[in-house]
């Protein structure tokens, strides 16, 4: 298994630009994440889907969008890149938990942005 | 909203010394995970805690959940460079959802040989 691919690694974008980040999982995982982080900001949730078809927002997601058509591929879409949007985002997947657990997140290696 | 805090933002050890974060949530938490991050890595999950006091180990790494169910301590000792990393906290109100996991904002380990 590959896990959680993400691509591309890096990315550099000029202001007002868009791009999608790909991000795809082999683990037939229904739940998959996307997160920003932030020096000494720790990760925060910018979109969530508990499966195909379904999507949710998370902390953070003003000027992003998302889609699931498949329970592979969850990719993040930047509508028109900003400088605060420099960042590192990581894609998650996990499954369902039971006996009050919460979910564990399996993290994709992650895409460097930065937005000039 | 939900606040994870984490403390110390950075900590540099002597190869050999113990180590030791601690996370505090601003509400009562369902239970509370803990990862670790390698520099230019992605984070690992590395436990989960539910009970309320609960103590668990992996070798040298202690993992603690506060009787309150409000903070949490990991503790690694006598620290080897192969520890060098960020190791967050992600606390939950609620059992089940990843999308109640709020993260602390990690502390970055430093091991000097």
């Known amino acids: 298994n590959a896990g959680v691919t993400q691509t591309p690694k890096f990315q550099v974008l000029k202001t007002g630009q868009s791009m999608t980040l790909q991000c795809a999982q082999d683990?037939?995982?229904?739940?998959m994440s996307w997160y920003r982080q932030d020096p000494g900001m720790g990760l925060r949730l910018i979109h969530y889907?508990?499966?195909?078809?379904?999507?949710d927002q998370g902390e953070v997601p003003n000027g992003y969008n998302v889609s699931r058509s498949t329970t592979e591929d969850f990719p993040l879409r930047l509508l028109s890149a900003a400088p605060s949007q420099t960042s590192v985002y990581f894609c998650?997947?996990?499954?369902?938990?039971?006996?009050?657990?919460?979910?564990?997140?399996?993290f994709g290696p992650g895409t460097r942005l930065t937005v000039l | 909203g939900q606040q994870v805090m984490q403390i110390p933002q950075y900590q540099h050890v002597q190869e050999g010394e113990d180590f030791t974060t601690y996370c505090n949530s601003s509400?009562?938490?369902?239970?509370i995970q803990w990862y670790k991050q390698r520099p230019g890595g992605h984070p690992v999950f590395l436990i989960q805690?539910?009970?309320?006091?609960e103590v668990k180990k992996q070798k040298r790494l202690t993992f603690q959940f506060g009787e309150a169910k409000k903070n949490s301590s990991l503790h690694i000792t006598a620290t080897q460079t192969t520890d060098v990393g960020t190791y967050f906290c992600?606390?939950?109100?609620?059992?089940?959802?990843?999308?109640?996991?709020?993260f602390g904002s990690g502390t970055q380990l430093t091991v000097l040989p």
């Open positions: 998650a997947s996990s499954y369902r938990t039971s006996g009050g657990l919460t979910d564990t997140q399996y």
């Open positions: 683990m037939n995982h229904e739940y």
């Open positions: 889907s508990v499966g195909a078809g379904i999507t």
């Open positions: 509400t009562t938490l369902s239970n």
């Open positions: 805690l539910v009970k309320s006091g």
């Open positions: 992600a606390g939950s109100r609620y059992s089940g959802s990843a999308r109640q996991l709020t």
